[in-house]
């Protein structure tokens, strides 16, 4: 059984870092791509960041050059490294896998298997 738990989350201030992690298990990791989504309160789901099984990763315009994602296969784990983070990045942060490709979209029709979230609130 596919199971992705998300931590990481956190308060901080406006031009603050944190990093997400997400522990993957249940199917073999590195064959699988990867994707980061959030929702804001009363916005819809979006997505921020996804990697292939080959390492090809996409960012949405939003987060570019401030997000950065990346695996550890040996440790079945997917990372979000977010700096210069902004009021607008306050959401919950979900990690989500699939046995496709998905880079260059982040679409969340494509992913199969979905975290618990974990929240992100940047105060201004």
């Known amino acids: 059984q596919v199971q992705l738990v998300e931590s990481g989350g956190g308060s901080v201030q406006s031009g603050g870092s944190l990093r997400l992690s997400c522990a993957a298990s249940g199917y073999t990791y590195r064959s699988y791509s990867m994707g980061w989504f959030r929702q804001a309160p009363g916005k819809e789901r979006e997505g921020v960041a996804a990697i292939d099984s080959d390492g090809t990763t996409t960012y949405s315009d939003s987060v570019k050059g401030r997000f950065t994602i990346s695996q550890d296969n040996a440790k079945n784990t997917l990372y979000l490294q977010m700096h210069s983070l902004e009021p607008e990045d306050t959401a919950m942060y979900y990690c989500?896998?699939?046995?496709?490709?998905?880079?260059?979209?982040?679409?969340?029709?494509?992913?199969?298997?979905w975290g618990q979230g974990t929240q992100v609130t940047v105060s201004s």
């Open positions: 989500a896998a699939t046995g496709g490709w998905v880079v260059p979209g982040i679409e969340e029709w494509a992913f199969d298997y």
